[in-house]
């Protein structure tokens, strides 16, 4: 499976320009044979957009992804979308579970290449660091798998990575490919690293980060999306793109679920539990 990170330029506030742009990068992605591709977090807005939040909000069933499922259809391909601020009052009145009857969540959706949703996963670790996110926002309370392309994917978002039992709960599920739409900022750019192949090794599967790039008032991401193999190893990132670390690029790999299956077996670490 052919899996692109779109490390997308994301301009606060803009959602318009901002969709238009995931839009374009997932057609090149498509044209570049891709089979499933992530998007970065909040990136219709921006998550330091903060008082953008509530204006910016909408339904599972709102324009944006709708907009994204209709490109899931009409390129064929599996989409990880991003996340989205949903407005949770507008998701129940729509028909969805949601964790709350109103207020605001950081929200990521997987579409098919139907065009269908697969699987929602609303950020459970909410970051309180000189950020807002835990005044605005409703944590999720559950975790979700879906099948595609002969892997199990799951997604965690952004400040998750620092919470290794959601990345384990998620292995012992099932999950054999982890997307982690985000928006890490400077300078913590070794935590960022670091803590992404180490969720792929102590599991034993594929992590993939999808990160943003873009400049806000009081942060700027640092790009470099990776995606890392169950051996810990990286199998692309900006550079070898030859993009500049948090320049915005289409980070891609071809991936095979065997290659779960055959570290496991040659290193059964989860046999040795206690």
Same mark, same amino acid.
């Given at each position: 499976? %052919? !899996? &692109?990170?779109?490390?997308? /330029?994301?301009?606060? #506030?803009?959602?318009?320009?901002?969709?238009?742009?995931? *839009?374009? +990068?997932?057609?090149?992605?498509?044209?570049?044979?891709?089979?499933?591709?992530?998007?970065?977090?909040?990136?219709?807005?921006?998550?330091?957009?903060?008082?953008?939040?509530?204006?910016?909000?909408?339904?599972?069933?709102?324009?944006?992804?709708? %907009? !994204? &499922?209709?490109?899931?259809? /009409?390129?064929?391909? #599996?989409?990880?979308?991003?996340?989205?601020?949903?407005? *949770?009052? +507008?998701?129940?009145?729509?028909?969805?579970?949601?964790?709350?009857?109103?207020?605001?969540?950081?929200?990521?959706?997987?579409?098919?290449?139907?065009?269908?949703?697969?699987?929602?996963?609303?950020?459970?670790?909410?970051?309180?660091?000189?950020?807002?996110?835990?005044?605005?926002?409703?944590?999720?309370?559950?975790?979700?798998?879906?099948?595609?392309?002969?892997?199990? *994917?799951?997604?965690?978002?952004?400040?998750?990575?620092?919470?290794?039992?959601?990345?384990?709960?998620?292995?012992?599920?099932?999950?054999?490919?982890?997307?982690?739409?985000?928006?890490?900022?400077?300078?913590?750019?070794?935590?960022?690293?670091?803590?992404?192949?180490?969720?792929?090794?102590?599991?034993?599967?594929?992590?993939?980060?999808?990160?943003?790039?873009?400049?806000?008032?009081?942060?700027?991401?640092?790009?470099?999306?990776?995606?890392?193999?169950?051996?810990?190893?990286?199998?692309?990132?900006?550079?070898?793109?030859?993009?500049?670390?948090?320049?915005?690029?289409?980070?891609?790999?071809?991936?095979?679920?065997?290659?779960?299956?055959?570290?496991?077996?040659?290193?059964?670490?989860?046999?040795?539990?206690?």
């Amino acid at each position: 499976m %052919r !899996l &692109a990170c779109c490390q997308l /330029e994301i301009e606060a #506030g803009e959602r318009e320009r901002n969709v238009e742009r995931a *839009l374009d +990068a997932i057609e090149t992605a498509a044209n570049d044979d891709a089979d499933l591709v992530c998007l970065p977090e909040l990136f219709t807005i921006g998550y330091f957009e903060f008082s953008e939040y509530e204006r910016g909000a909408e339904s599972l069933s709102g324009p944006t992804l709708s %907009r !994204l &499922a209709a490109a899931a259809r /009409e390129y064929d391909i #599996g989409i990880v979308a991003g996340s989205i601020v949903e407005d *949770l009052e +507008a998701s129940s009145r729509d028909g969805f579970e949601t964790p709350a009857d109103r207020g605001l969540a950081n929200t990521s959706v997987f579409l098919d290449r139907a065009g269908e949703r697969r699987a929602v996963y609303r950020k459970r670790h909410l970051f309180g660091y000189e950020s807002e996110e835990t005044e605005l926002l409703v944590p999720g309370d559950s975790l979700a798998t879906a099948d595609f392309e002969g892997f199990s *994917l799951g997604m965690t978002t952004c400040y998750d990575l620092r919470f290794p039992e959601c990345y384990r709960a998620l292995a012992e599920a099932g999950a054999t490919l982890i997307l982690v739409p985000s928006a890490w900022p400077y300078p913590r750019v070794d935590h960022w690293e670091t803590l992404q192949r180490a969720r792929a090794i102590e599991n034993q599967l594929f992590v993939a980060t999808c990160n943003g790039s873009g400049v806000f008032r009081d942060a700027t991401l640092c790009g470099r999306s990776a995606i890392t193999d169950p051996w810990g190893e990286s199998l692309a990132d900006p550079r070898a793109s030859r993009h500049a670390d948090d320049e915005p690029a289409i980070v891609t790999a071809d991936i095979d679920p065997e290659r779960v299956t055959s570290v496991r077996e040659e290193f059964p670490a989860f046999r040795d539990r206690r």
